[in-house]
T-cell receptor, first 115, second 114 residues
Framework: DQQVKQNSPSLSVQEGRISILNCDYT??????FLWYKKYPAEGPTFLIS?????DKNEDGRFTVFLNKSAKHLSLHIVPSQPGDSAVYFC??????????????FGKGTHLIIQP | DGGITQSPKYLFRKEGQNVTLSCEQN?????MYWYRQDPGQGLRLIYY???????QKGDIAEGYSVSREKKESFPLTVTSAQKNPTAFYLC?????????????FGPGTRLTVL
């Protein structure tokens, strides 16, 4: 049973436009959410995170929105650049146990930025 | 230069052999993790450790074993009991902080069973 779902396996966006990646979760105990960027044959790189006490977190071109009632989060990238082409993973965590349990990952969305 | 190192980058193993994957971090993180990635899939948790000499099973621990004798090191052994060992293995580490859980990953080891 997938607790974190990324329903779009791939997304194509024109350079300079906004990229919106979506993620849904089912476990109401999750209280911390993260986005990672991954290139083939490399480890994921941490991008941005958000705690469940917030509904938005911004870092440069990256903004994450959290809608707890809908159990939905999204990553916005503005403006999209060619170097943003990668697989993006949504991950979630229940930090009540001290914040060091494993993350639960979605299957990823392959973002392709077209020139 | 702080970070997480994994070795080797590529590993080949004959069926029926055990193999150990190395993971070292110099970030002074308390917690360390092992994940596995298969094509088209997300990362799945194998084992994790929050403190030296202690570790917990993740979602797919069968056929794997770990040790945590030093804070910096968390080696993973893929045993012959693991039915589908060919995969990309990722090690990560994090601080212990209630309310947060940013994990930082190493470059990965691709294991191929021949």
């Amino acid at each position: 049973d997938q607790q974190v779902k990324q329903n779009s396996p791939s997304l194509s966006v024109q350079e300079g436009r906004i990229s919106i990646l979506n993620c849904d979760y089912t476990n109401s105990m999750f209280d911390y959410f993260l986005w990672y960027k991954k290139y083939p044959a490399e480890g994921p790189t941490f991008l941005i995170s958000i705690s469940s006490i917030k509904d938005k977190n911004e870092d440069g071109r990256f903004t994450v929105f959290l809608n707890k009632s809908a159990k939905h989060l999204s990553l916005h990238i503005v403006p999209s650049q060619p170097g943003d082409s990668a697989v993006y993973f949504c991950a979630a965590s229940d930090t009540a146990g001290g914040g060091a349990d494993g993350l639960t990952f979605g299957k990823g969305t392959h973002l392709i930025i077209q020139p | 230069d702080g970070g997480i190192t994994q070795s080797p980058k590529y590993l080949f193993r004959k069926e029926g052999q055990n193999v150990t994957l190395s993971c070292e971090q110099n970030l002074n993180h308390d917690a360390m993790y092992w994940y596995r990635q298969d094509p088209g899939q997300g990362l799945r948790l194998i084992y994790y450790s929050q403190i030296v000499n202690d570790f917990q099973k993740g979602d797919i621990a069968e056929g794997y074993s770990v040790s945590r004798e030093k804070k910096e090191s968390f080696p993973l052994t893929v045993t012959s009991a693991q039915k589908n060992p060919t995969a990309f293995y990722l090690c990560a580490s994090s601080i212990m902080d209630r309310g947060r859980n940013e994990q930082f990953f190493g470059p990965g080891t691709r294991l191929t069973v021949l």
